[in-house]
């Protein structure tokens, strides 16, 4: 097959998660701009409603909205059984709900610690499992952990070893999960994104000077990235042109991990 046609994810079913906004947006955007059905599996439900109208119009796709909070392993096996009842399989997961909490760490409280390891870790852990399942029955199937720089290096100048524990634990699970389920022909890649403005950064770029203006002195680029410069990586690793990746750590960060 051709180079480019390898990319087209036409007739490919994607679940995004946390795809309301931000960039699970723009990555739920880029796949359905390459043909790509989407699901988002969310918690605000009525934003998730919103981007997924925008993206019928826009790139004539189907969607599907379905109420999911990460941390459910209900919710999980619930998003697996309506996204097969809507459209017969899943192609793609991509687990990129995600919070960040900026504690110090003699500070941060056990409700702190725990709510970020269950949405960053177990979360990526209970969706891939639940949608592993239909997808080790289909014999085929990409996932893709939305994990980040903060798995390789620690941030600087703010406070969040929670964060940066639980997106190294996700580059680790990723390379777990691409070892045990390659034989199913399941390929589990991660993106490790820098500093990209979305809802999540964006405050401290714009009202906390003293440390988006270290980072951005930080960054080769000098620059944080935007959400769709995710585009192109994520359709990589969702369409064929990927097919003998599995267990790669793709870093996009305007080279901030190369110093
Ligand atoms: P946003 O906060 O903009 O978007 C995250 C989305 O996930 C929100 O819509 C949020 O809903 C939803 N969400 C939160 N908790 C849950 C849950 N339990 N179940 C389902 N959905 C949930 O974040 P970003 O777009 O900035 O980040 C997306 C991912 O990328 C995260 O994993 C983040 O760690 C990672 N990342 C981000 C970077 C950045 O610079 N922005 C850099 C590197 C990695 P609600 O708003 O209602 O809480």
Request: aromatic share 6%.
């Amino acid at each position: 097959m051709k180079t480019l046609r390898k990319f087209d994810m036409s007739g490919k079913v994607s679940i995004i998660t946390g795809g309301a906004q931000g960039l699970g947006k723009a990555m739920a955007t880029a796949l359905a701009e390459a043909g790509s059905d989407i699901v988002i599996a969310e918690i605000n439900v009525p934003l998730a409603q919103e981007t997924a109208r925008r993206l019928e119009a826009d790139c004539g796709i189907r969607t599907l909205v379905v109420r999911c909070d990460v941390t459910s392993p209900a919710d999980a096996e619930q998003l697996a059984k309506e996204t097969v009842g809507a459209f017969g399989k899943i192609d793609v997961l991509v687990n990129n709900a995600g919070i960040c909490i900026n504690t110090k760490a003699e500070s941060v409280t056990p409700e702190e610690w725990l709510k970020v390891i269950n949405i960053n870790l177990n979360g990526v852990f209970f969706c891939s499992q639940a949608v592993g399942r239909v997808m080790i029955e289909q014999k085929s199937g990409s996932i893709i952990n939305i994990s980040s720089m903060s798995g390789l290096i620690v941030n600087t100048p703010q406070p969040q070893a929670s964060y940066n524990a639980s997106k190294a634990a996700v580059i680790h699970l990723t390379k777990s999960l691409a070892a045990e389920w390659a034989e199913h022909r399941i390929r589990v890649n991660t993106i490790a994104p820098g500093y990209m403005l979305t809802e999540m950064t964006r405050p401290t770029f714009e009202n906390r000077k003293e440390w988006s203006d270290r980072w951005t002195s930080l960054i080769p680029m000098s620059r944080p990235g935007n959400p769709d410069e995710l585009g192109g990586i994520v359709v990589y690793l969702a369409s064929d042109a990927s097919s003998y990746a599995t267990g790669g750590v793709f870093t996009v960060d305007g080279g901030y991990t190369v110093w």
